[in-house]
């Protein structure tokens, strides 16, 4: 079954310290995958997506075929990235897939 | 260049009503999805409209139905209301069919079933 896990729930970080969001997924094609995130009292909106291969607000990811993994990665995490992730898979069939997500909290 | 908009953005009904949500695309976007979303379950697929049709459908009851119409913008329905069906309803555009395309969200519909 094509599924996306973020294993974590909440990741809390101090601020300038660096981030991961974890997500995994399971798909036997060629996936297609993205990051959202919606910040507080906004909406959900999408962050990047890995065939655009680009960094976003600092944030990068990659597509790790081997291990079945696309986590989200900033080096020096500022307050203003406080905001829930969400990681999707495009499934061949027109399905756009979301993990759980996980709500980053930068603090001071 | 207008948003997705989503109407109304909040509402309260009680269980066995019915209740109907609409969306109006970003103008030229043929594509509509739409999403649950839950505190306990997420972000969950409902279905997507492309062109008037339906393309794709989640695991959900039969209650839940939608339809599109020829300007692009999309209503759901669900009908015989449960206390589970409390959730945010997201609506998404894109200029061709969903997925391989960039979302864009609207700011959800609220629905309270008491």
């Known amino acids: 079954a094509q599924r996306v896990t973020q294993p974590e729930k909440l990741l809390s970080v101090f601020k300038g310290a660096p981030v991961e969001l974890k997500c995994n997924y399971s798909?036997?094609?060629?996936?297609?995958l993205f990051w959202y995130v919606q910040y507080s009292r906004q909406r959900l909106q999408l962050l990047l997506r890995h065939i655009s291969r680009e960094s976003i607000k600092g944030f990068t990811a990659d597509l790790n075929k081997g291990e079945t993994s696309f986590h989200l990665k900033k080096p020096f995490a500022q307050e203003e990235d406080s905001a829930m992730y969400y990681c999707?898979?495009?499934?061949?069939?027109?399905?756009?897939?979301f993990g759980q997500g996980t709500e980053l909290s930068v603090k001071p | 260049k207008a948003g997705v908009t989503q109407t109304p953005r909040y509402l309260i009904k009680t269980r066995g009503q019915q209740v109907t949500l609409s969306c109006s695309p970003i103008s030229g976007h043929r594509s509509v999805s739409w999403y649950q979303q839950t505190p306990g379950q997420g972000l969950q697929f409902l279905f997507e409209?492309?062109?008037?049709?339906?393309?794709n459908k989640g695991n959900f009851p039969g209650r839940f139905s939608g339809r599109q119409f020829s300007n692009s913008r999309s209503e759901m329905n669900v009908s015989t209301l449960e206390l589970g069906d409390s959730a945010l309803y997201l609506c998404?555009?894109?200029?061709?069919?969903?997925?391989?395309?960039?979302?864009?969200f609207g700011a959800g519909s609220r629905l309270t079933v008491l």
């Open positions: 998404a555009s894109s200029p061709q069919p969903a997925g391989a395309n960039v979302l864009t």
């Open positions: 409209y492309f062109s008037e049709t339906q393309r």
């Open positions: 999707a898979l495009y499934n061949q069939g027109g399905k756009l897939i």
């Open positions: 798909y036997s094609g060629s996936p297609e």
